[in-house]
Nanobody, 127 residues
Framework: QVQLVESGGGVVRPGGSLRLSCVASRRARNTYAMGWFRRAPGKEREFVAAISWSGGSTLYADFAKGRFTISRDNAKNTMDLQMNSLKPEDTAVYYC????????????????????WGEGILVTVSS
């Protein structure tokens, strides 16, 4: 069983930046894609970004493109989300997620089709 733990959340002013990190307790047997999702207050969970095993392919939600950057370091079992130019509407609990078995085309993950999930970490963007 792979456990995922997020870190790096907190409070930031509008226009500021934060870097979220996710570490897996164990490396999965197979290569696998990973991604970030978020849930804003009173709203459903939504896709933020996903990344292939090699890091060669990435996919971003429209609100994230140009502001957020997803990356991973498989040697360290980590994945990061660099968030720049943050807006109040980015306030949400952010979740790290991983496919436990495969490195599928990233559009397959838009609906949250992941096998492992972190507990989430709060990002608050406020002045």
């Amino acid at each position: 069983q792979v456990q995922l733990v997020e870190s790096g959340g907190g409070v930031v002013r509008p226009g500021g930046s934060l870097r979220l990190s996710c570490v897996a307790s164990r490396r999965a047997r197979n290569t696998y894609a990973m991604g970030w999702f978020r849930r804003a207050p009173g709203k459903e969970r939504e896709f933020v970004a996903a990344i292939s095993w090699s890091g060669g392919s990435t996919l971003y939600a429209d609100f994230a493109k140009g502001r957020f950057t997803i990356s991973r370091d498989n040697a360290k079992n980590t994945m990061d989300l660099q968030m720049n130019s943050l807006k109040p509407e980015d306030t949400a609990v952010y979740y790290c997620a991983a496919d436990g078995y495969s490195d599928s085309p990233l559009k397959e993950y838009l609906n949250g089709n992941m096998d492992y999930w972190g507990e989430g970490i709060l990002v608050t963007v406020s002045s």
